[in-house]
C-alpha cells in the first residue's frame, strides 16, 4: 500500500506563477517529511524539509505547510522559474527510521 | 562537501544474467541505501546498511543481494535479471538512519 501519496502526478504552469504541489500520508507516527527535487538524468537532492512541530517552513520561494490533523501538507514554489522544471518527491519517516517516498510530480514551467 | 559514485552509468545484461551494481561514498556517512526508480512509481527501497556490514531488507528485496564489506561501499546484485525490472537505481547515503539523504546519479539497468 501507498503510505505517501502526491498529486497531481503532473502540473504545468507560467513562469511567475505559483506552483502548488500536494502531498498526503497515512501513517501517524511520521513526523519528518523532506521535499527533494530530481533532474533528469540526476539523483533527487534535498530541497526543503519540516519537522510535524511546526506547520509552516520557508526557503527562499520554497514554502512547506503542514496540517498534521488531517495529513496533508504541500509544497508551494513561487514565482516559478523554468529552472524548476523537475520531479519533485514528498517523503516522510518517523526520526531514526527510514523514509518512505510518494511516487513525485513532474513540474514543468513554461517560460 | 562530498559526493556519491555509481558503477556503472549505463548497465545492460541478458534475461537471468546476474549483475552487479556498485556505489562508493567518501561523506563518512554510515548508513547506505539502494532503490529502484521505475517511471511513475517513485523511489522503492530494496536494501539499506546501517554501518559496515550490516544489510537489511526494504520492501522489494526479493530478486536481489547486497554487500556492504567497507564503509564507504555498497554493492548490490541482481541474482537473475528480468526484463520487467529495468529501471533506475539510486544509491543514497545519510549520517544515521533516517538522516538527510544524498543520492548518486543512478545507475540505468537494460535487459535484453
Known amino acids: 500500500q501507498q503510505q505517501v501519496r502526491q498529486s497531481p502526478q503532473s502540473l504545468t504552469v507560467w513562469e511567475g506563477e505559483t506552483a502548488i504541489l500536494n502531498c498526503s500520508y497515512e501513517?501517524?507516527?511520521?513526523?519528518?517529511f523532506p521535499w527533494y527535487q530530481q533532474f533528469p538524468g540526476e539523483g533527487p537532492a534535498l530541497l526543503i524539509s519540516?519537522?510535524?512541530?511546526?506547520d509552516k517552513k520557508e526557503d527562499g520561494r520554497f514554502t512547506i505547510f503542514f496540517n498534521k490533523r488531517e495529513k496533508k501538507l504541500s509544497l508551494h514554489i513561487a514565482d516559478s522559474q523554468p529552472g524548476d522544471s523537475a520531479t519533485y518527491f514528498c517523503?516522510?519517516?518517523?526520526?531514526?527510521?527510514?523514509?518512505?517516498f510518494g511516487t513525485g510530480t513532474s513540474l514543468l514551467v513554461d517560460p | 562537501g562530498g559526493i556519491i559514485t555509481q558503477t556503472p552509468k549505463f548497465l545492460i545484461g541478458q534475461e537471468g544474467q546476474k549483475l552487479t551494481l556498485k556505489c562508493q561514498q567518501n561523506f563518512n556517512h554510515d548508513t547506505m541505501y539502494w532503490y529502484r526508480q521505475d517511471s511513475g512509481k517513485g523511489l522503492r527501497l530494496i536494501y539499506y546498511?546501517?554501518?559496515?556490514?550490516?544489510?537489511q531488507k526494504g520492501d522489494l528485496s526479493e530478486g536481489y543481494d547486497a554487500s556492504r564489506e567497507k564503509k564507504s561501499s555498497f554493492s548490490l546484485t541482481v541474482t537473475s535479471a528480468q526484463k520487467n525490472e529495468m529501471a533506475v537505481f539510486l544509491c543514497?547515503?545519510?549520517?544515521?538512519?533516517?538522516?538527510?539523504?544524498?543520492f548518486g546519479p543512478g545507475t540505468r539497468l537494460t535487459v535484453l
Open positions: 517523503a516522510a519517516s518517523d526520526m531514526g527510521y527510514k523514509l518512505t
Open positions: 543514497a547515503s545519510s549520517m544515521g538512519l533516517g538522516g538527510e539523504q544524498y
Open positions: 501513517n501517524s507516527a511520521f513526523d519528518y
Open positions: 519540516i519537522l510535524s512541530v511546526s
Open positions: 546498511s546501517i554501518t559496515e556490514n550490516d544489510l
